[in-house]
C-alpha cells in the first residue's frame, strides 16, 4: 500500500526514500550547517529539514538506524518518536550516544530511519471487571525465559 504525503524539503539533500522494495522506513539525513560532536551520554535534537503534512490517521514514527546503535551505540532517545497528522514544523532527530566514544554527526548523515504508521482511536469503555485473559495480571517476566 502506498500513501501519498505533502513534504517539504529544506535540507539540499536528496528526499527520503526505500533502500529496498520490502524496506519499512526510509532513512533520513542530519541537516546542519556545521558537525555536531556527541559525548558519550550526551543527547542532542539534530534538524533534518524535511516539513510533512501526513494523512489523518497516520503518524511518521522516527526509529533509530541498527547501524549505528551497533556500530557506535548511537540511537533514538524517543524511540520512536512520533510525529502527529497535524503537526507541521521541521521534523528533528533526538539522538544519545550510548557509546563509549564521541561521535560526529556529518551534515548529510542518514541518522534516523522513518515509517509511516496507521493507528486508531480509542473510545474507552469504562468498567469495573476487565474480560478474563490467559496471561491475567501478570507483569514482567511473568511469561518465562524459555
Keep these: 500500500m502506498t500513501a501519498s504525503v505533502f513534504i517539504k524539503n529544506l535540507s539540499g ?7 529496498t522494495l520490502a524496506s519499512a522506513g526510509m532513512d533520513v ?3 546542519i550547517a556545521e558537525p555536531i560532536m556527541l559525548e558519550p551520554g550526551e543527547h542532542r535534537l539534530i ?3 524535511l516539513y510533512v503534512a501526513l494523512p489523518h490517521g497516520t503518524e511518521l514514527q522516527v526509529r533509530p538506524r541498527s547501524g549505528l546503535a ?6 533514538v532517545l524517543n524511540a520512536p518518536g512520533t510525529i502527529d497528522a497535524d503537526y507541521r514544523g521541521e521534523i528533528g532527530v533526538l539522538l544519545i550516544n550510548h557509546g563509549k566514544s564521541i561521535f560526529t554527526v ?4 542518514r541518522i534516523a530511519q522513518l515509517v509511516l504508521a ?5 473510545a474507552w ?3 469495573e471487571n476487565l474480560p478474563e485473559s490467559d496471561r491475567g495480571t501478570g507483569g514482567f517476566g511473568s511469561t518465562g525465559t524459555r
Excluded: M, Q, S
Aim: aromatic share 10%; no cysteine; hydrophobic share 25%.
Design 47 to 49: 534538524p533534518t529539514g
Design 29 to 31: 539525513r542530519a541537516h
Design 70 to 75: 551497533f556500530k557506535h551505540g548511537v540511537t
Design 118 to 122: 496507521r493507528y486508531e482511536r480509542i
Design 125 to 127: 469503555k469504562e468498567t
Design 106 to 109: 556529518e551534515n548529510g548523515e
Design 13 to 19: 539533500h536528496a528526499l527520503p526514500d526505500y533502500a
